[in-house]
């Protein structure tokens, strides 16, 4: 049967390719062509453009695309008090490429004195669509997980406890401040949980001096802290991806890893799971799955634009539900289409037929 509240049946992780007329406008915005306020009516326009686009695809979480922010983390992060942008001496390590050489440094307490700049981008969504407005943002370890760690000021952080400790306490108030705007569908994009089912990316960890045993549990006591203050009725899912990044990845591996951190110690309400290729290894470790969590098959892929046919669809949903009940799963994109703005290789034609595709699918699975 389908879901009245989130994550629904056929959902998406929320990123949307950029419009020409959103790249040009930011282009010019950058070289000082076009003030503030002209970008905002260009995005406001593009951002009702594409809530209309969704809607009429059938999708029930409606999104801005993302279409205000240039990275799926950077400018969450530039926005917490203590944190801001820093200039790297190189970009992070995709598959056969590199991202812009863009950070963050912690120059003071990190902390959320006032309600996260996000909270607007919200409200817009929820001021023009009748269904379900939905937020994305950083897990906590987007800030530290990179292989080249964040520089942090030794006078604000001697030592790493407290600043775990603030990390966890100003996410916890921006999420409460997503809340008290009226948002009841939020999303945490966590990256270095995924990427720590990589024995590569485990080995750099013990390389800089951390130790990965302990981050996968850290990562998750943080997200704890982040959901403590919720309403009863506000959903947090966690989407969990190997990059993306121009349709390429940075790490692969199963999840089995970081299975018990992911559905024992984590306490979201569900689970986007990129499952579009054989680098997240096999659906077994999602017999650990507890009752009454909804696990979003990403079997999707946003990476390229072939589509995929019903019938492999629901093979692989099938597969799935071996290891955990049919009715908690769903069906997603394995990833956004445009973690940043660069975007993915695929066309917004291309786009929208995956997403017309997993409604589809989601319906002839579980009902309309």
């Known amino acids: 049967m389908q879901r009245t509240k989130p994550p629904f049946r056929a959902d998406h992780v929320g990123s949307l390719l950029r419009p020409a007329a959103l790249h040009e406008a930011r282009a010019k915005f950058a070289k000082g062509e076009i003030g503030a306020d002209a970008l905002k009516a260009i995005e406001d326009r593009e951002i009702e453009r594409v809530i209309r686009k969704q809607e009429e695809v059938g999708l029930h979480a409606i999104t801005d695309g993302e279409f205000r922010r240039s990275w799926w983390h950077m400018d969450f992060l530039w926005g917490l008090d203590g944190v801001e942008k820093y200039v790297m001496q190189s970009g992070a390590a995709f598959a056969g490429t590199t991202t812009r050489s863009e950070g963050v440094q912690i120059t003071g307490t990190i902390g959320m004195a006032r309600p996260h700049a996000m909270v607007d981008h919200f409200k817009f969504v929820a001021a023009h669509t009748k269904r379900t407005p939905k937020i994305t943002i950083p897990s906590p370890s987007a800030i530290y997980g990179r292989v080249a760690r964040a520089p942090i000021d030794k006078q604000a952080y001697p030592t790493m406890e407290p600043f775990w400790n603030d990390l966890g306490q100003a996410y916890r108030k921006a999420v409460r401040g997503f809340a ?52 009863a009725d506000m959903t947090i899912t966690m989407h969990l991806c190997r990059g993306n990044y121009k349709s390429t990845f940075m790490g692969a591996g199963g999840y089995d890893a970081e299975a018990e951190v992911l559905f024992n110690r984590c306490n979201v309400h569900g689970y986007f799971m990129e499952y579009d290729s054989e680098r997240a290894g096999g659906f077994e470790p999602l017999r650990m799955v507890p009752k009454g969590k909804v696990v979003v098959l990403g079997l999707v892929t946003t990476k390229t634009g072939a589509l995929e046919s019903k019938d492999e669809l629901k093979r692989r949903i099938d597969q799935a539900a071996k290891y955990v009940d049919l009715d908690q799963l769903a069906l997603s994109g394995q990833c956004g289409f445009a973690s940043t703005e660069e975007g993915n290789t695929l066309t917004e034609d291309e786009q929208w037929a995956k997403l017309r595709r997993i409604v589809e699918v989601a319906d002839e699975v579980w009902g309309k």
């Open 180 to 231: 008290d705007a009226g948002c009841r569908y939020l999303q945490l994009d966590e990256v270095f949980i995924a990427m720590l089912c990589d024995p590569k990316y485990r080995e750099q960890m013990r390389a800089r001096g951390d130790d990965p045993e302990k981050l996968g549990p850290l990562y998750a006591d943080l997200i704890n802290t982040a959901m403590s203050d919720i309403p």
